[in-house]
């Protein structure tokens, strides 16, 4: 099992999550001062808690899981979970991307948020793959970002999961399981938590602002 995640957007989601804590304990307890529960202290207590929403979204839920079974990509508010056998290509180059047979029996590509790199960090990655190969005399193009080495992962899972026959003969239990795989489908699902802590905030920030208002 391989899991995925980007490094950088933990730190920083964690960073303000323990930001927003400190200053929320501020608000209620008046560590630095008198506590006063006006409008304006809600307000920023509701800011905080959507920017904590935003960091849980975007710093600590992406993720890409390689199992037994299935790729998973975990985006700021979707999941798509493809098994192997739905799955139909992986690659990694501004960002790795699953094509894969979809609910619904169409092909559907899906894009990691983890390892998103930009079209000028691929192309330098490529010159840097292109001039280590010509010192080797090999010919490995693929790039050396985070997203091209993440898809290399799951592609080396995924061809683990395949079928394989016995030497000589067909294999009865190989020849079934891929009878089996050719009705394998992907599925696409909104992330209850994700909209719940973007959501929340939100209406509750709404709510201030009309309070405000009409006080």
């Excluded at 008198?34 to 904590?52: K, R, W």
């Excluded at 079974?69 to 493809?82: E, H, K, Q, S």
């Excluded at 169409?106 to 691929?122: F, G, K, M, N």
């Excluded at 995924?158 to 992907?186: F, I, L, M, V």
């Amino acid at each position: 099992m391989v899991t995925i995640r980007s490094t950088g957007g933990r730190v920083a989601a964690y960073a303000w999550l323990a930001f927003a804590a400190l200053n929320l304990a501020d608000l209620l307890f008046g560590i630095t001062g008198d506590a006063s529960y006006t409008p304006l202290t809600f307000g920023i207590g509701v800011l905080l808690l959507l920017g904590s929403g935003v960091a849980y979204a975007v710093g600590l839920r992406p993720a890409i899981i390689g199992d037994d079974d299935a790729v998973t990509i975990r985006n700021p508010l979707r999941d798509v979970r493809a098994p192997w056998a739905a799955v139909r290509r992986i690659e990694g180059t501004n960002a790795v991307t699953v094509r894969f047979t979809g609910p619904d029996g169409a092909e559907l590509e899906s894009r990691a948020w983890v390892h998103q790199t930009s079209p000028r960090a691929q192309a330098k990655a490529e010159a840097r793959a292109r001039k280590e190969a010509t010192k080797q005399q090999e010919f490995d193009l693929r790039g050396r970002t985070p997203a091209a080495y993440a898809a290399q992962q799951l592609n080396e899972i995924r061809d683990r999961q395949r079928p394989r026959t016995k030497s000589g003969a067909p294999d009865r239990a190989a020849a079934a399981k891929e009878a089996a795989d050719e009705s394998a489908k992907g599925t696409v699902t909104w992330s209850v938590p994700a909209l719940a802590s973007l959501g929340v905030p939100l209406a509750l920030l709404v709510v201030v602002v009309i309070v405000a208002a009409v006080s």
